[in-house]
């Protein structure tokens, strides 16, 4: 079933059944997202649980546009959840795990990949994970990350090529 059915059945009949369909449809990508961000599986799990009940109490007001706008409004909705965590129980402290280019030099080139992508900026760390751990398409990135489409693919490649430059220096 498509996301625009599942969305549809979930607004029209408002049932538990069509929102668990849902859950099943949206749960790996939510989960994965702020299990990057966040690191504590815990934390992770409560935040997960929080985004599904503010999507389940807001769903009634949701119109349905695209897929690209759906995902783009769930995944809003995670990252406000995330930045609550972050404000309130961290303190803004950087949560992900940052590696210095220079330690750990023999490593196979899995964790040297992780490493690249973990010294990478923000925006640019953001979008790999959401292109390729999350295997969003560039609309759908341009709607959660609040950007054009067209910006969405620039900053993709331009972390891509930075990715690969700092690969050439473990090889």
């Known amino acids: 079933m498509e996301i625009h059915e599942i969305v549809k059945k979930c607004k029209d009949q408002n049932s538990n059944e069509n929102f668990k369909i849902l859950y099943d449809a949206l749960f790996d990508k939510v989960y994965k997202y702020i299990k990057v961000r966040v690191k504590n599986e815990n934390d992770a ?4 649980q929080e985004v599904f009940v503010s999507l389940w109490n807001n769903m009634s007001d949701f119109i349905y546009i695209s897929k690209a706008h759906f995902y783009g409004y769930v995944f809003t909705i995670v990252k406000r959840k995330i930045y609550k965590y972050r404000k309130f129980f961290v303190q803004y402290s950087d949560l ?20 690249c992508v973990s010294s990478l900026s ?24 609040n950007i054009s489409e067209g910006n969405a693919r620039v900053l993709h490649n331009r972390a891509v090529k930075k990715i690969r430059g700092k690969m050439l220096n473990y090889e």
């Open 45 to 48: 799990d409560d935040i997960c």
């Open 96 to 115: 992900s795990k940052t590696y210095s280019l220079e330690e750990d030099i023999n490593l196979d080139s899995h964790e040297d990949l992780l490493k």
């Open 122 to 145: 923000k925006r640019y760390k953001e979008i790999i994970e959401l292109r390729y751990f999350l295997d969003l398409d560039f609309d759908s990135i341009s709607f959660v990350m």
